[in-house]
């Protein structure tokens, strides 16, 4: 399945909350700046070659849980935001969901290798909130979802890729959403320390690299401004959506996020950093 009719190609922003001294460089969706600028001018005779790069620049690859992984329903994983969304209004053309998608969650393996033999160092991937937590912090961790991403980490590292882990890509618990309002109510900070806790705990023996939050101006944005992707609120003349305040409503939300990175951030660097270093 191919999202990208319904969110636009975007400029790469998140909160990486810990890297080593090696530089790290951002990195821009099809060679565009937001503007829509090109990086590098269109020239045949321009030959870019790895020792054009810094020592420690990392060549990688990155995708979202809703957007590859499909198993929408399968060895625990609860109903998410998006496929409330999807199967209500319908996503993309023809009515598309990632139910299936890529089918990652049955072909990682293959597309390990298949990164491997292309040269790639480092694999950018999130995390899917209702694998892990179906039922969010008052329910039980789901060890078949903590088992797939372990051996996602796993076989990255046999094949020398770096795993890059995404906390949330606009992608959690639809019970959330019901419950609280998601990140309209202070309450979602909680769900996603507790959820940032998990993956802390699960994974950073092997995982140097963390991303809290994707994007959360562009989340924002479409969510509770627009309103063109879950949970659909907005106000005239900025969309129109069933309910929501395009004035109020992403500035609550961002406030909620943003302290939810920065309590994820404290988190790890006071309980986790020291003891997860390679």
Known sequence: MNLKTVIP?????????YAPAAPLLGAFNNGEYGDGESIFEENEDTQIKRSDFPSGFLFGAATSAYQVEGAYLEDGKSLSNWDVFCHSVGCGENGANGDVADDHYHMFLGD???MHSLGIQAYRFSVSWPRILPRGRFGKVNAAGIMFYNKIIDNLILKGIEPFV?????????????KYGSWLNPEMQEEFIYLAEVCFKSFGDRVK??????EPK???EYAYESGIIPPSRC??????C???NSDVEPIIAMQNMLLAHGRAAKLYHDHFQASNQL
Do not use: A, R
């Not at 190609?9 to 909350?17: A, H, M």
């Not at 690299?209 to 994707?214: A, D, F, L, R, S």
């Not at 106000?235 to 129109?240: I, L, R, W």
């Open 9 to 17: 190609t975007v400029s790469l922003f998140f909160f990486l909350i």
């Open 112 to 114: 390990i290798e298949l």
């Open 166 to 178: 995404t906390i949330y890509h606009v992608f959690f618990t639809q019970e959330l959403e019901d």
């Open 209 to 214: 690299y963390w991303i809290t939050i994707n």
């Open 218 to 220: 562009l989340d924002v």
């Open 235 to 240: 106000s005239e003349p900025f969309g129109k």
């Open 242 to 244: 069933l309910d929501g």
